[in-house]
């Protein structure tokens, strides 16, 4: 059985509009899909570092992720640098998580808008 290591997990999503509900929901989703395709409980979890671009700044994507288990996990959130034509209303995700799983078989996710961001990373 393989050791336990330290690895980080990527992936983001956009928002419809800029809306506390938006924000909320879409985080949501964006991290349970990443625990579920990756197999991990938020014991599992390290620190999670979240960005939003400067259209999306109606809540906290951290508040967001403490309504649904996160809330004894390091959470921080910062923006985005603005790039120009980089893809509007985007969250963007980095989970520090441990792990059996090699990082080559690791499962990074995005979601509506940024489906096509990062397509180098494997799904």
């Known amino acids: 059985m393989a050791t336990p290591t330290v690895r980080a997990l990527r992936g983001a999503t956009t ?3 800029d809306s506390a509900e938006d924000i909320s929901q879409r ?3 964006l991290l349970l899909e990443l625990m579920e395709r990756n197999g991990l409980a938020t014991d599992d979890v390290i620190s999670i570092l979240f960005t939003a671009t400067a ?3 109606s809540t906290f994507p951290a508040t967001a992720a403490r309504s649904i288990g996160f809330g004894a996990v390091p959470l921080i959130c910062a923006a985005e640098i603005p790039v120009p034509g980089s893809t509007p209303r985007c969250i ?3 989970l520090h998580v441990m792990t059996q799983t090699p990082r080559e078989a690791l499962h990074h996710v995005y979601l509506h808008g940024a489906n096509g961001l990062n397509d180098d990373l494997p799904r």
């Open 15 to 17: 928002v419809d509009r």
């Open 27 to 29: 985080t949501q989703e």
């Open 55 to 57: 259209d999306a700044v």
């Open 92 to 94: 963007r995700v980095m």
